[in-house]
């Protein structure tokens, strides 16, 4: 499995905003599903959005309407654009993607820590 590079992440203000993004090799152009997951100290990693067939997205109840998802094959890269960050959104994030049958394609990278303080 191919092993994804996120980055994006820092420290930011509360009200704020971040892009994360997502780079693995190859896999990005013929991957079903992409997701983003966050892991906060203390708490376990939960999925946050996903998009899917490259149209469909779900978003936890956490992050509707502030996160958006989305992917460009053509940069071999997806995107988690987060806005009205809120410190209860501090975590590690990462992404993982999926083959047709639901099968992962990549492995867990190192993550990109987002920090939401005043």
């Known amino acids: 499995q191919v092993q994804p590079v996120e980055s994006g992440g820092g420290l930011v203000q509360p009200g704020g905003s971040l892009r994360l993004s997502c780079t693995a090799s190859?896999?990005?152009?013929?991957?079903?599903?992409m997701h983003w997951y966050r892991q906060a100290p203390g708490k376990q990693r939960e999925l946050v959005a996903e998009?899917?067939?490259?149209?469909?997205?779900n978003y936890a109840d956490s992050v509707r309407g502030r996160f958006t998802i989305s992917g460009d094959n053509a940069k071999n890269t997806v995107y988690l654009q987060m806005n009205s960050l809120k410190p209860e959104d501090t975590a590690v994030y990462y992404c993982k993607l999926f083959d047709l049958y639901g099968s992962p394609t990549t492995s867990w990278g190192q993550g990109t820590q987002v920090t939401v303080s005043s």
């Open positions: 998009i899917t067939g490259g149209d469909r997205t």
């Open positions: 190859g896999s990005i152009s013929s991957a079903n599903a």
